[in-house]
């Protein structure tokens, strides 16, 4: 019988950097109700990329190579402050003038 599981989890923050688990522990918290399948990859994998890349604004200061292999070779990112960017080199500039 397949059943919900629940982790518990305990993390230890690291200075600049994404914290790393300190403890982790699967806990069985009920019975899983028979329900249809829906697949919630996709809207997983999206939220994922969105808080890294939150994460990459948070900590960069000013250094915008983690973001690198987030936006395609020929990408184009509206900022809501005129002509979207479409260069490398323009997010770039545009991130290091960001303050801290």
Do not use: C
Not at 47 to 67: I, K, N, P, R, T
Request: aromatic letters at 16%; charged letters at 20%.
């Amino acid at each position: 019988m397949p059943y919900f599981i629940h982790y518990d989890t305990l993390f230890e923050r690291r200075p600049s950097t994404l914290p790393r688990f300190k403890m982790m522990r699967p806990r069985i918290t009920g019975p899983l109700v028979d329900r249809t399948f829906v697949s919630s990859f996709a809207d997983h994998r999206v939220a994922s990329f969105v808080h890294y890349w939150l994460y990459l604004m948070e900590v960069g200061q000013g250094d915008a190579s983690g973001f690198r292999e987030l936006l395609a070779e020929n990408f184009s990112l509206d900022l809501g402050r005129g002509e979207p960017m479409k260069a490398w080199n323009s997010f770039a500039e545009w991130f290091q003038a960001i303050p801290t």
